[in-house]
Each structure stands twice: as C-alpha cells, then as structure tokens.
C-alpha cells in the first residue's frame, strides 16, 4: 500500500486545516486508515484512526471535538479536518495503512504502510 498525504501549513491559533491522505494497491486487509503525528524531541503520537468498512473512528483526548476524520471509500482517500487549532497541535502528521488485529484503537504497530509526512505549523 502506497500513502500519500496532502495539505497541511501554517496557521494562526484558532484556524483550520485539513489533510487528505490517498492509500494505492490497498487490499482487502487494509481495512484501518490512522493519523499520527510527531512534534520536535517529542515521540509519535497517535491522532485518528477510523475503518473502511463501517467508518468506525477514534480519537485521541488532545483533539477529541476539535478533529474530524471521514473516508472516502470509491476513492481510497481520508481526510482530517482539523478545527480551533492550537500551537500544541504543531507537528508533522504522518498518515498510515494498516491491519487491524483485534485491538480497539489501533496501536502504531498495527500500521505497515506510511506516508512521508506533512508539517502543520500554528503560530501563537
């Protein structure tokens, strides 16, 4: 599976985002789309994680309410539209495909296939 993220920037506080990600030569085990993201010094973190099949979504406490990821199922695309952002929220976002394996959410293990990342910059 090839991932491929778009979007991302700079923004003031308080603004809005939304990054899309295209997942190629997925298969049927693919069945998990995440948002991940990783500010300097800091370790990766997860954002969002939603399903293909059912649209099934989860989302860390940090954006819970201000983050809404959606899917497009014809098109392999995901998107995460991201609202009242904060200086925290600072970081590059790391789009990914994986497998479930009976974990709910799903653990940055469960992910094989990553996309290049794409920087998100709020300014104070």
């Known amino acids: 599976v090839q991932v491929v993220e778009s979007g991302g920037g700079l923004v003031q506080a308080g603004g809005s985002l939304r990054l899309s990600c295209a997942a190629s030569?997925?298969?049927?085990?693919?069945?998990?789309m995440g948002w991940f993201r990783q500010a300097p010094g800091k370790e990766r973190e997860f954002v969002a994680a939603?399903?293909?099949?059912?649209?099934?979504?989860h989302y860390a406490d940090s954006v819970k309410g201000r983050f809404t990821l959606s899917r497009d199922n014809a098109k392999n695309t995901v998107t995460l539209q991201m609202n009242s952002l904060k200086p925290e929220d600072t970081a590059v976002y790391y789009c990914?495909?994986?497998?479930?394996?009976?974990?709910?959410?799903?653990?940055?293990?469960?992910?094989?296939?990553w996309g290049q990342g794409t920087q998100v910059t709020v300014s104070s």
């Open positions: 990914a495909a994986g497998a479930l394996t009976g974990w709910w959410p799903p653990r940055i293990p469960d992910f094989d296939s």
């Open positions: 030569g997925r298969t049927f085990s693919n069945n998990v």
């Open positions: 939603i399903t293909w099949s059912g649209g099934s979504t």
